[in-house]
Nanobody, 115 residues
Framework: QVQVVESGGGLVQPGGSLRLSCAASGITFSRYAMGWYRQAPGKQRELVAS???????NYTDSVKGRFTIARDNAKNTVYLIMNSLKPDDTAVYYC?????????WGQGTQVTVSS
């Protein structure tokens, strides 16, 4: 049984930092490309950051220089380190694991940036 579980969300003030974690089980984690998506109220889900099985990372323009995606294959975990958070970063953040036609999602974790 495949499980993808996010954690680490919460309420943070503008300019603050959070680290999201996503633990995957039931898959050969090292083979999967991993991604962090987010969905704000009334908006479409968007890709925030992704990392290939080889460790190459990509970011959407709005988070470049502020967010970092990293993976630890020994722990079957991918992280999203978020710095200099802005109110516009408020959303539910979802983790995605993808390999060929296989595609798995977590349940999401809420991130709220507010003073």
């Amino acid at each position: 049984q495949v499980q993808v579980v996010e954690s680490g969300g919460g309420l943070v003030q503008p300019g603050g930092s959070l680290r999201l974690s996503c633990a995957a089980s039931g898959i050969t984690f090292s083979r999967y490309a991993m991604g962090w998506y987010r969905q704000a109220p009334g908006k479409q889900r968007e890709l925030v950051a992704s990392i290939t099985s080889g460790g190459s990372a990509n970011y959407t323009d709005s988070v470049k220089g502020r967010f970092t995606i990293a993976r630890d294959n020994a722990k079957n975990t991918v992280y999203l380190i978020m710095n200099s958070l802005k109110p516009d970063d408020t959303a539910v953040y979802y983790c995605n694991a993808q390999f060929k036609w296989l595609d798995y999602w977590g349940q999401g974790t809420q991130v709220t940036v507010s003073s």
